[in-house]
Nanobody
Framework: QVHLVESGGGLVHPGGSLRLSCAASGRIFKIENMGWHRQAPGKQRELVAGITSGGSTNYADSVKDRFTISIDNAKNTVSLQMNSLKPEDTAVYYC?????????????????WGQGTQVTVSS
């Protein structure tokens, strides 16, 4: 029904920056909110940052003041600007969206995940 495709991961030195992007496509009537989660080896997946279609944001304490999430409702995309990266930010980052599915009418609400993109912070 809906597909999320992430881009922008990679290898960066500590203190560096990366920008992740996620594009949603499919039978999207309206996106309620989008966000980024991450999962490091041996750890549970955790919320990094979330944003509503109205622009309200929330961040994990560990990334506040370093990461910025933004949404483009017209393009159904969400981005995550990551600055001052640390080795502990190393993880697979997953895009998530709560979507009202439908072509010309509301059909149902469901949530979707991207395939993940690797972010590695290492010297």
């Amino acid at each position: 029904q809906v597909h999320l495709v992430e881009s922008g991961g990679g290898l960066v030195h500590p203190g560096g920056s990366l920008r992740l992007s996620c594009a949603a496509s499919g039978r999207i009537f309206k996106i309620e909110n989008m966000g980024w989660h991450r999962q490091a080896p041996g750890k549970q997946r955790e919320l990094v940052a979330g944003i509503t279609s109205g622009g309200s944001t929330n961040y994990a304490d560990s990334v506040k003041d370093r990461f910025t999430i933004s949404i483009d409702n017209a393009k159904n995309t969400v981005s995550l600007q990551m600055n001052s990266l640390k080795p502990e930010d190393t993880a697979v980052y997953y895009c998530h969206a709560d979507v009202i599915v439908g072509t010309d009418r509301i059909e149902f609400l469901d949530d979707y995940w991207g395939q993940g993109t690797q972010v590695t912070v290492s010297s």
